[in-house]
């Protein structure tokens, strides 16, 4: 019996330490799972922690640090603003605007008067310097400051915000495809005190085409930029729709305005202005080298005390090789009126009329291409062009007015490369008869009538910056003598 219960306890010892071993065991596993799942979060923490760093240091670097700008314009600048870089003769060449730009946050200071056509070198110099800063990305923020700015052209207006337009896509591009960050955080315009600069901004301009803050004045009815690029629709029958299509909507827009005042054009009036803008729209397209046509303008209704009327400012511009350039080449079509305009360039030396940056045969050439019977495209091709750009001016001038009705307002300007040229009125239309006796018109812009006289230089303008394209940009005025009451 004493055996037994000797044995009975050595076995109960037995089972109580594999018991504890179990336990232990037990215990052992639990732990060292708890190890091992604190180490794996471990190791989770400190590879987010990696992550968030290397976060942290790609948010400070930026694609401008990794790749050259000539790089990046190659591969993701849109079309038109690379046209603006590449070009030479351009002065936004990306050589010149990539010179002694500071690397402080930037205050860039509108002109006074900002236009291309009245105010050019102020202008460019502003356009120029702002574009410099946004390419180079030096700086953080940027201001487009106002605050001395008194009176915005739409045509300068315009060619900034294409170039806002395009820079803004750029740094999406790139920072899409590149992962990485722009040195600039923000573009803003500041100071925009003086009440028509703010209305010009706040219908057509900056704010509304890029934050879409676009306010409501009670006379002023935008007419919102439009972007037309012909290469998306190849077909020359579509091409030709298109500014068909383009010229009603601009002509529907013209008459809705006026409708708003509770007026209508004449029937005369109504045919003038079809011909303006179609024959703009043509023009622009026919003198353009490369795919886009830009349109933008506004209506300013305008109720004083007796006074009632409108103004209509429409500007159409595309980029590309400019209108002397277009026949100055090789590849010009139109042999026969090349040979023309160099007869006459022979003709101009002999006289001793060209001056080196005063008046140039690039000057003389753009005023040729105006008259009836004169275009870049081959006669074969298309017979019935060559009087469009009268068409329309005498169009314009027909609006505006001749003699006591004539009005004081309306101009226009076309701008073309280094040439700038202004129909206000003071010099009009004429009319020959040649040596077979057809009847033809055309504009000297001087007294004597003919165009192998030097024109004068206040409206025949040998410009200091070169425009890379056309710019044809008109301000219309609709009075009295071109509306009736509007019919209920």
């Not at 309306?410 to 040439?419: D, Q, R, V």
Request: charged share 30%; hydrophobic share 35%.
């Amino acid at each position: 019996m004493g055996i037994f219960l000797k044995n009975l306890k050595n076995a109960n010892r037995v089972y109580v330490r594999s018991l504890l071993k179990k336990k232990i065991e037990i215990k052992k596993t639990i732990a060292e799972k708890r190890f091992q799942r604190r180490l794996k979060s471990k190791r989770k923490r400190k590879a987010r922690r990696v992550r968030e760093y290397l976060q942290f240091l790609k948010s400070k670097e930026s694609y401008i640090d990794k790749y050259t700008i000539q790089e990046l314009i190659n591969r993701f600048m849109p079309i038109n603003t690379k046209f603006l870089l590449s070009n030479e003769k351009s002065n936004f060449n990306l050589d010149k605007i990539t010179k002694g730009v500071s690397h402080r946050n930037q205050k860039i200071q509108v002109p006074k008067h900002f236009s291309l056509i009245e105010k050019s070198n102020e202008s460019y110099t502003f356009i120029t310097n702002l574009l410099g800063v946004l390419v180079n990305q030096n700086s953080s923020l940027v201001e487009i400051d106002y605050s001395e700015c008194e009176k915005v052209d739409l045509e300068a207006q315009v060619l900034l915000d294409i170039i806002l337009k395009d820079m803004l896509t750029f740094y999406k591009a790139c920072s899409s495809s590149l992962e990485m960050n722009t040195r600039i955080k923000r573009i803003s315009a500041i100071n925009i005190d003086n009440s028509n600069v703010n209305k010009l901004l706040f219908s057509v301009g900056s704010p509304a085409i890029h934050t879409d803050d676009r306010r409501d004045f009670k006379d002023i009815i935008p007419y919102p930029l439009c972007v037309h690029n012909r290469a998306k629709q190849g077909d020359s029958v579509v091409i030709s729709e298109q500014k068909d299509i383009d010229t009603t909507k601009l002509v529907d827009y013209v008459l809705s305005c006026l409708k708003r005042m509770g007026k209508r054009l004449t029937v005369e009036k109504l045919d003038d202005l079809c011909v303006v803008i179609s024959e703009m729209l043509i023009n622009a397209e026919e003198h353009s080298t490369t795919d886009y046509r830009f349109s933008i303008g506004y209506f300013h209704e305008i109720n004083k005390a007796n006074e009632h009327y409108g103004m209509f400012h429409l500007v159409i511009l595309n980029f590309g090789g400019t209108i002397y350039e277009k026949f100055n080449s090789p590849d010009c079509p139109n042999v026969g009126i090349v040979q023309k305009m160099k007869k006459l360039s022979e003709e101009y030396t002999r006289r001793r009329f060209f001056s080196r940056e005063q008046f140039e045969e690039e000057t003389l050439w753009t005023l040729y291409s105006l008259q009836e019977g004169v275009t870049s495209v081959a006669e074969t091709e298309y017979k019935k062009r060559g009087n469009g750009s009268i068409r329309f001016i005498e169009s314009f001038f027909n609006i505006k007015g001749y003699n006591n009705h004539e009005d004081d307002f309306s101009k226009m300007a076309i701008l073309s490369g280094k040439t700038s040229i202004v129909f206000d009125g003071k010099y009009a239309i004429k009319e020959k008869t040649d040596e077979l006796g057809d009847t033809y018109k055309y504009m000297t812009f001087n007294n004597s009538g003919e165009i192998e006289e030097k024109p004068d230089s206040n409206y025949v303008k040998f410009e200091d910056n070169y425009f890379p394209g056309t710019v044809i940009s008109a301000k219309i005025l609709f009075n009295e003598d071109d509306l009736t009451n509007e019919i209920k």
